[in-house]
Structures are given as structure tokens and as C-alpha cells.
């Protein structure tokens, strides 16, 4: 059943650019990477010069971060705002389905596009370092997986907070202008106190509070989608 | 008529949909009021109201979109407090106005409804072949006219070959054209599919041609319910005749005992069985009056909704 409530999500946002976005948000960070390594290629190469595919990860990490705090409130954005433009809302809730797994597959849709954007970073860094030359033999494996989906786990209050804002209003530009600040919030996180939410994706790049900021977005992320989901659950429907 | 509906209807109560004590309670302001619905299997009930009046925030409720501060709601014979899923598969709804993806094809709308319900493909053509879509299906229904969303929305509602149809002011906003085609399609549908349909209006005028039996709503109180037949007994109709020498005539008829009074375009006479209209027409031609018009006065229907919802003006 909720496979085919997942597939349903899936198909509304058919020709809404949403999978585009997906491909649009990884590839963007690393053609910008491609960017900067062509214009100055010596001189990454040679401050780099011991750990290359480690000076790669961090030129990458720091933009992936930005670009997935935009990205989560955009997708999440989307998904709920074909119900809203629709007047979706009272057809898909008169359906006998339970309203905790409509919202479940509203959340799982967003989480799982993220998910997807985060694995082609990945592919396309590790496509990206190879091209560059740097040792095939050489790849730090867990360094690419943290540096890829540790930010992804530690957003998770994001991604909830923007699902539970894109559901509730209709006009999207509420969800939307709180995602943008959230975003600027982000890029000054380094100067914010550790336990400020904001910071956790930047925090998971380094190794000291990794685990504790990983650990802090998890909880708080399910934590913060539990209430999303009571409050989806109990709302009326206009 | 109540009692043989009792018998061929679902639940303990003998109805297939019924609230008791329905009250909705939005920002301390109460919009529906202890409303007792009563429907039977098989009928086309009319549910009217102003706008305004509590219509749509009812109907909510029936398919539970919005809680009820107070009251039960049972559909055929179940608690929708407490079964609601099972209850929902047998009902197909269409609120206000159409729900739909814009940016999908008419086709992909209902593929989404259909997996959604787990209903075999078929129904898809089905569907779309009763309200007459099948050569727009393939069309992103951001282009299809108001009347076509609107049968698009119908189609859906009839995916899951529900027992009861729930369409909230289905000819909103429709041409002439689309509303003949709308009343024409909800027409046939009990005899087609054996469904049970409530339907809410504004307009008594549209209801009367489809409805079996009615429930009237005004600031959010069921103000009158019974069958449309009984609605039309309270009309008190009367014969309007347009003829030469109306003062005249008026006298005669008086003189032999009609209860014949003026009227701006000659006189009136109450509506009683065709042979006494016809003695009194025969009467009056014979007395050389030159018969202009016999016709039935039809605004009384509304008058009695206007008196009935206390609103006086327009709806």
C-alpha cells in the first residue's frame, strides 16, 4: 500500500522539474568544482598536494551544504504545493487512506529526491577526481560517504520544519522565505554557538562534534516530523 | 414511502446516511447546527441552502475533512468516527470545485485516484466513457474547460464504484450548456451504477429537476427535509388565465364558486384537478371572454424555499 501511495507522489510531480532540480542541485556544486580546478589547477594541485581527493571532498562539502539547505525547502516545497495549487487536499484525504500515511509519503518523497541528490553528488564527485587525475587506488571511501550523506542526516530538522511548513500554507512563499533565510543562517553557522541547529550540516565536515551533530539531527528530526505528522493528522481540511 | 425505505435501506436505522446532533463550531462562531440528515438508499437528495449557510462545511464532515464539535455521523450504518477508511471506500465525493493536476493529463488524474484505490485499470475507461472524456484523457487538464474539469471530477468521484456519490454545487460556475449536461449525467447515474446520491445547491430551481428528497439549510440549521413531492404539495399552486374583461370574468367565476382573484395580467384561480379548470375555461369562452393564456404559476416553489430559509432576497 504505501509503495503505491509512493509511486502516486512520484507521478504528480511529473513534468514539474522536481527531478531536474534533483540532478540540477548536485551537478551545479560539482560543475562549479570543475570550474574552479580549471582556473587554478596548479595551485589546488599543489596545496593539495598530499591528500588531493581530501582537498576535493572539502572544495565540494563546502558548497554542498548551501545547496542542500535551498534544495530541501525546494523539493519539499513542490511536493506539497501540487495539493495546494489543485485544491488536491479534499480529493486525496476523502480517499480511505489514514492521514499519518499521506503524510508519511509526502515526507519519504522529499527525503527520498534528497537522498538521491546526496548519491549523485557522490558519483559525480568521485566522476569529477578521477577526471582530474587523482589516484583511482587512493579514494577514501568513508570520507566521501561521510562528507556526502552526514549532512543530509544532520538537516534532517530542516527538511521536517520545511515539510510541515510547505503542508500547512498554501501560499508557498512562506515555506520558501524560510528556507532562504535558513540558508543564510547556514553560511554564518561557523560564527553561531555549536548546539544552534543551523550549524550541524557544517559541523558533520569536521571530525570533532561530527557525531554529536549527526546524532542532534536525527533525533530532532524525527522528533519535529512526529509533530508534523500529529498536527497533519488532527487539522481540518478547507 | 418512509417505511417501505426502511426496508430496502443499509444500517439499523433504516438509513444509509444519517447525523444526529451535527454541530461544527469554527473560530466561536456556530456554522452547522445540530443537523440530522436523513439519507435513503437510492435517492438523489438535494441539499439546500444559501450560500453561507453550513452546506459545504456538512459535507466536509460526511467525508471527515473537518472533525464535528458535536454529533455522529453514520454511513450505512457505521460510525465514520470510528470506521472511516472502510467507509470512504464506498463513497466518492466531489467538493466545491474540482480537485485535479493541472500539470497531468486527464488520464494521469485518474491513474492517481485508481492506484490510490487499488481498482482494477478497467474502471479508468469506464469511468471516462460515462462522463463522455475518453477523447480528451490524453490532454494535460490544465486546458479543459470548467465543465469538463467538472466531469473529470465526477469520474473520479466514481472510480471506486461507490454506493454513495457526494457532490458539493456540481454545476458551480457552468454554462447552461454544462449544467444540462451535469443534471442529465447525475440523473442516470442511480439507475446506472445503483448509487445514492447527495447533492448541494444554492438553487432550488436546478435541485428540484434531479432530487428525490430534499434537506433545506439555512444559517446553519436543517430547516426543512422531506421528500421533493411534499415540497411541491406546500407550493400553493394556482392557474393563472390572461382574457378580455378580467373584473368581469373575476365576478363570474366568484358567482359560481371559484376562489378566483386579480392579478396584474388578468385573474387567478386555485390549481385544482384539469376537469375544473376546464369547466371553467369552457364557462368563460362560453360568456365570450377571449382566452389569452391558461398557464400554471411556477414561482411559487421559490417563494416557499425563500419563506422557508427566512433569506427573502437572493440566494
Not at chain 1, 562549479?32 to 588531493?52: E, F, H, I, K, W
Amino acid at each position: 500500500m504505501f509503495a503505491r501511495l509512493l509511486s502516486v507522489e512520484f507521478m504528480k510531480l511529473r513534468r514539474k522539474g522536481v527531478f531536474a532540480l534533483a540532478v540540477i542541485g548536485p551537478l551545479g556544486v560539482v560543475l562549479l568544482q570543475a570550474v574552479n580546478y580549471g582556473l587554478r589547477y596548479d595551485y589546488l594541485t599543489r596545496l593539495y598536494a598530499s591528500d588531493p581527493w581530501g582537498g576535493l571532498l572539502g572544495q565540494v562539502s563546502s558548497l554542498a551544504v548551501s545547496a542542500l539547505f535551498i534544495g530541501l525547502a525546494l523539493i519539499a516545497s513542490m511536493s506539497a504545493g501540487v495539493e495546494h495549487t489543485a485544491g488536491g487536499w479534499k480529493q486525496l484525504l476523502a480517499l480511505p487512506l489514514t492521514r499519518v500515511r499521506v503524510f508519511a509519503a509526502k515526507s519519504a518523497t522529499t527525503l527520498l529526491l534528497l537522498l538521491g541528490s546526496c548519491t549523485l553528488l557522490l558519483v559525480l564527485t568521485l566522476a569529477m577526481g578521477l577526471l582530474l587525475g587523482f589516484e583511482a587506488g587512493e579514494i577514501p571511501m568513508a570520507k566521501l560517504l561521510a562528507t556526502v550523506y552526514l549532512p543530509y542526516i544532520a538537516a534532517m530538522p530542516f527538511v521536517a520544519l520545511q515539510i510541515g511548513l510547505s503542508l500547512t500554507f498554501g501560499n508557498q512563499a512562506v515555506p520558501m522565505t524560510v528556507g532562504t533565510l535558513g540558508l543564510v543562517v547556514s553560511m554564518f553557522a561557523v560564527f553561531l554557538p555549536d548546539w544552534v541547529p543551523y550549524g550541524w550540516p557544517g559541523q558533520t565536515l569536521e571530525a570533532a562534534g561530527r557525531w554529536r551533530a549527526v546524532a542532534g539531527g536525527a533525533v530532532g528530526g524525527l522528533l519535529l516530523l512526529a509533530a508534523g505528522c500529529g498536527w497533519f493528522v488532527r487539522r481540518d481540511v478547507s | 414511502m418512509d417505511n417501505n425505505r426502511r426496508e430496502r435501506s443499509a444500517g439499523d436505522s433504516g438509513w444509509l446516511l444519517e447525523t444526529t446532533g451535527l454541530t461544527k463550531r469554527l473560530g466561536g462562531k456556530t456554522v452547522v447546527a445540530d443537523v440530522g440528515l436523513r439519507v435513503g438508499e437510492g435517492d438523489i437528495y438535494g441539499f439546500l441552502g444559501p450560500n453561507g449557510a453550513g452546506k459545504t462545511t456538512t459535507i466536509r464532515m460526511l467525508l471527515g475533512l473537518a472533525k464535528p464539535t458535536r454529533g455522529h455521523i453514520k454511513v450505512f450504518g457505521r460510525s465514520l468516527a470510528k470506521e472511516r477508511l472502510e467507509i470512504l471506500r464506498q463513497v466518492g465525493s466531489l467538493v466545491e470545485y474540482p480537485s485535479y493536476y493541472g500539470h497531468l493529463t486527464g488520464l494521469e488524474n485518474l491513474e492517481i485516484i485508481r492506484r490510490l484505490l487499488d481498482a482494477p485499470k478497467a474502471r479508468i475507461y469506464e469511468a471516462l466513457a460515462t462522463v463522455r472524456l475518453e477523447k480528451d484523457a490524453g490532454r494535460a487538464v490544465r486546458g479543459y474547460s470548467l465543465g469538463m474539469k467538472q466531469r473529470l471530477g465526477i469520474a473520479a468521484a466514481l472510480l471506486g464504484h461507490p454506493r454513495l456519490l457526494v457532490l458539493d454545487e456540481p454545476t458551480n460556475g457552468l454554462d447552461p450548456a454544462g449544467i444540462q449536461e451535469i443534471r442529465e449525467l447525475i440523473k442516470s447515474l442511480p439507475a446506472q451504477r445503483g448509487v445514492t446520491i447527495l447533492l448541494s445547491s444554492h438553487l432550488l430551481s436546478e435541485v428540484e429537476l434531479m432530487a428525490t428528497r430534499v434537506g433545506i439549510i439555512a444559517a446553519g440549521k436543517l430547516v426543512y427535509q422531506d421528500d421533493i413531492a411534499r415540497l411541491k404539495q406546500r407550493t400553493a399552486g394556482r392557474i393563472r388565465l390572461s382574457l378580455s374583461e378580467p373584473e368581469l370574468a373575476r365576478q363570474r367565476l366568484l358567482s359560481r364558486g371559484y376562489d378566483a382573484l386579480p392579478d396584474e395580467r388578468g385573474i387567478t384561480v386555485p390549481a385544482g384537478d384539469d376537469r375544473m379548470i376546464a369547466a371553467a375555461v369552457a364557462d368563460l369562452v362560453r360568456e365570450s371572454h377571449q382566452i389569452y393564456r391558461v398557464e400554471e404559476q411556477r414561482s411559487s416553489l421559490e417563494s416557499v424555499f425563500l419563506e422557508i430559509t427566512g433569506t427573502g432576497g437572493s440566494l
